[in-house]
């Protein structure tokens, strides 16, 4: 592993605790206020204020815990791979694997997301 992937692997690792603790202030950090995200069947969340309103009023997923599979440092890119389980806002438990792609900016915080979830759709 190298220095820079080990960086970026904590990085990654920090975010997913903030989600998973609701430290809505400290995630929203961790992005650039021109941030945008792409999640599946969300419209693009845009900025700080997309962010936050994202994760404190929009998102189904009441509570749970990411675990982080691998990470996968190219250039500004990281990719990550995982898993989830948690609650849903209507008490429903979901188990999910997922993919997440960030885009570094040149502070280290990330100017990009998108998120990808690996369930039976086609």
Known sequence: MTAALTREAALVHDFYRFVDTG?????????????TYHRPGYPPVAGHDGVAHFYTSVRVIKEGEHRVESVVLEGDQVAVRGSFEGVLRDGTRTSLRYADFFTLADDGRFSKRETFFFTPLV
């Open 23 to 35: 430290d809505v202030p400290a995630l929203v950090a961790m992005f650039t206020e021109d941030t």
